[in-house]
């Protein structure tokens, strides 16, 4: 029993002691140092004067790591918040009632100009998509129903053209947006989606 509390002891001050501190803190010091040796190659390589102006090299690495480290946190952030966010959206259905699927497309064109003149861009991007859709249901491109959501529209699209469908899903992601995440609508933005939406309905 002396002997194993002896050697715990021991244990103990080797742990404490300098040389093992000082192993730990090298070992350490070592990766850092290797870090700024690569970021260094990678800076000398894209920027062949920063060989020159290596004196300065040690805390401009530092600020560079530290920014790099805040990018990516800010990306993954971002990328978190977006598929997040989509996956909110995909489960709603664009037609909330019987009476906006009873619509004809026209009828919700005209009604998106009514409220386009009344700068309420948000309702007018929602009577264009929904007259989008009701174009697509009559060029027998997809079979609108009050149920459905704009995944499954787009898996549909995707079967009569692939092309159509990726612009038909950026559209509808920003009508996700205005009409399920409320976001407010400049008019500039109205004016962008209504151009890429009329492509379509001006051919009718």
Do not use: C
């Amino acid at each position: 029993m002396i002997n194993v509390e002896k050697a715990r002891d021991e244990l103990e001050n080797i742990l404490q002691g300098k040389e093992y501190t000082a192993y730990n803190a090298s070992k350490v010091e070592s990766w850092w140092e290797k870090a700024k040796d690569w970021i260094a190659d990678q800076l000398a390589k894209l920027f062949p004067s920063f060989e020159a102006a290596s004196a300065a090299a040690g805390p401009l690495l530092v600020i560079i790591i530290i920014a790099v480290l805040i990018l990516i946190a800010v990306v993954v952030f971002l990328l978190v918040r977006y598929s997040g966010r989509r996956m909110k959206y995909r489960e709603q259905s664009p037609f909330q009632s019987m009476r906006e699927i009873d619509w004809s497309f026209p009828m919700h064109l005209e009604e998106a100009k009514r409220r386009e003149e009344l700068a309420e861009y948000s309702l007018a991007i929602r009577h264009l998509f929904l007259a989008l859709l009701l174009y697509f249901h009559e060029k027998q491109w997809l079979i609108a129903r009050v149920w459905k959501t704009n995944g499954e529209y787009y898996q549909e699209l995707k079967k009569v053209n692939q092309k159509w469908a990726n612009e038909f899903h950026d559209l509808a992601l920003i009508f996700d947006e205005v009409t399920y995440g409320e976001k407010s609508v400049l008019e500039e933005e109205y004016i962008q989606f209504r151009i890429k939406a009329m492509k379509w309905l001006e051919e009718a």
